[in-house]
Each structure stands twice: as C-alpha cells, then as structure tokens.
C-alpha cells in the first residue's frame, strides 16, 4: 500500500536572537521618534526663519520619518504575535507592509520637494546661512545616530526601509552643511534649491529598491536569493525522491521562508516515507534556510497531476 498524504512541515529556526534583535530595534525606534520630533520642529522653524528651503525640505523630510517610525515600530510589535485561527500565518507580514506604506510616504515627499526646487529657482529667496549651518549640524548627528542605531535589524525589510530613509536624511543634512558653508563663502544663494532637488531625488532614488522589493514580497514572488530550479534539483537528489512537481516559494517575513511541493515516492511503510519527509526538510533548512514547509507525497504509479510550475516535472535519472 503506498503512502499518499498531506504531509505539512511547520519548523522554525530559533526565534530567540530575533526576538532579542526585535525589541533592540523597538526601542531605537521608540528614541527615534522624540528625537525626530525635537528636531521637525526645529528645521521647520529655523528654515522658515531662515528663508532656506533645504532646511525645511529637510524638516518635512524628517516629518515623514514620522509615520515611517510608528508604523515600522508598530509592525515589529505585531511581528512578535503568534499565530491566531484567523491570522494562521501570523502577523510576519506586516513589517512587509509598513516597508510598502514607507516607500509610498517617500515618494510623496520627494515629488513635493522636487516640486518646490524648482518653484525657488524661479523665485529665488535669500537664505540665512548661519541658521543653516548649526540646524544642518544637529540634523546631522540625530539622523546618523538613528541609522546607527538601526543598523544591526538591516536584513529585516522593515528596519532597512527605516534604515535606508535615516541614512538619506543623514546625507541630506551633510549636503545643507556644506551648502550653507558654499552659501556664505560665495553668497550663490541658488545653492539652496539646489540643494532641495538633491535631496528630494536622493529620496525617490531610496524609495524606488524599498517598494520594488516589498511589492514583490506580497504578490508572493520567488526570494531574491533562492534559484528554484536549485532548490527542486536538492529535493530529487534525496533518496528514494523519483520527482518533484508543483514548487512554490514565498517570503513570509523578514528572513523567514516558506515552501510547498508535490513529491512522488516509491510504494513504501509509512515509518520510510517519514525518514524521506525528515531528510528533506533537513536539506531544505540548511542549505537553503527554508524552514516552514508543506511537502505532499505521491505514490510512484499515479499520473503526474496539471498545474506545473515548472515546464516539466523533475524526475530522477
């Protein structure tokens, strides 16, 4: 009688440095947010003082990091629930979606900025170079101090589109720096707008690698690093695997891979197609650190079912 079940896999890697890394990353964020705020308020009143649009592009800017901040610390709490009869997955995507909802924050604050750039060219404003210099100061050493500080959670998509939007801001502050310094050397006060368009296509360029990689992440696409032709080659090459059709792999989270496939074994006791099943998962784990996985087996004698993934299915030599 051969063996012809459903055979789900739902292992995890050890969660507990994740978690630890987790809350690190809460509380850099939960600092992040006071930090940020002080220093909004600051760039929107000195810039508007100032006359400076590089300073209060930078202030909105900062303002943005806002929303990002409370939805990625948001994300990271509800990453931490366990799975619920209604959320069987759990709540690993939402850092998934808080990177997406950054992203589209971002590029509204880059078209605004470029949109306003242009506008001071063609009213240019003379600018206070001093207030500049001493707010880009303090900008810069808030916005590096964040990134720092995030920069441990980086292989979490979450973390690094917070990450990614810091580190520009930090770049941002540098550029106003050395603009307000070129501003009171040479009085070319259109350094100013210029430096605004910068910043705010520094912005979309970030943005753009951050959206493409959440989009592909929730319409279920293939991981970046993992190649399935590989992945169903290791699968077959386990012994008594005659072939392996049906391949899926998703991302259900930051560092957490998922995969489902159909497997066609010999006729054998059931105790046999377990060590099959173990065996696979074990692979699977450690070569290509997929660790929730949902292998159904066939018996060798029936027909190869439709619905491909692949071409053709693979089978043994």
């Known amino acids: 009688m051969g063996h012809h079940g459903h055979a789900p896999g739902h292992s995890h ?4 440095p994740h978690l630890s890394l987790a809350r690190e990353m809460k509380g850099v964020m939960q600092a992040s947010v006071a930090a940020t705020v002080l220093l909004v308020a600051a760039e929107l ?17 900062n303002l943005s990091d806002l929303p990002t901040l409370l939805i990625s610390w948001y994300a990271l709490r509800l990453a931490e629930r ?13 850092g998934i979606l808080a990177a997406f909802t950054n992203a589209l924050l971002l590029l509204f604050v880059a078209f605004f900025l470029i949109y306003f750039a242009v506008e001071r060219f063609l009213h240019p404003v003379e600018v206070h170079d001093r ?32 990450l990614v939007h810091n580190a520009g801001d930090a770049a941002a502050s540098a550029g106003i720096l050395i603009g307000s310094l070129l501003i009171a050397w040479t009085g070319a006060h259109w350094i100013d707008p210029l430096l605004g368009l910068v910043i705010g296509l520094l912005i979309l360029w970030s943005s753009r690698g951050i959206l493409k990689e959440s989009s592909h992440i929730l319409l279920e696409g293939l991981p970046r690093e993992v190649d399935l032709e590989k992945v169903a080659r290791a699968i ?47 692979m699977l784990s450690h070569d290509f650190h997929i660790t929730h996985t949902t292998i159904q087996f ?14 053709e299915p693979y089978k043994s030599p």
């Open 13 to 16: 890697a050890d969660g507990h």
């Open 45 to 61: 009143i000195g810039g508007t003082l100032a006359h400076s649009l590089a300073l209060i592009g930078d202030g909105i800017h």
């Open 82 to 94: 366990p799975p619920t009869a209604e959320k069987t997955y759990g709540y690993h995507r939402a």
């Open 131 to 162: 207030v500049m210099f001493w707010l880009s100061l303090v900008a810069l050493g808030v916005n590096a101090g964040i990134a720092l500080g995030l920069l441990r959670g980086r292989r979490d998509l979450n973390v690094r589109s917070v």
């Open 236 to 282: 077959l090459a386990v012994e008594s695997v005659q072939e392996v059709h049906d391949v899926h792999i998703w991302t259900l989270g930051s560092d957490l891979l998922a995969l489902s496939c159909h497997v066609r074994i010999p006729d054998m006791h059931m105790d046999k197609s377990e060590d099959v099943l173990r065996r696979i998962r074990e």
């Open 298 to 311: 066939e018996r060798a004698v029936l027909p190869v079912s439709n619905g491909f993934i692949m071409p």
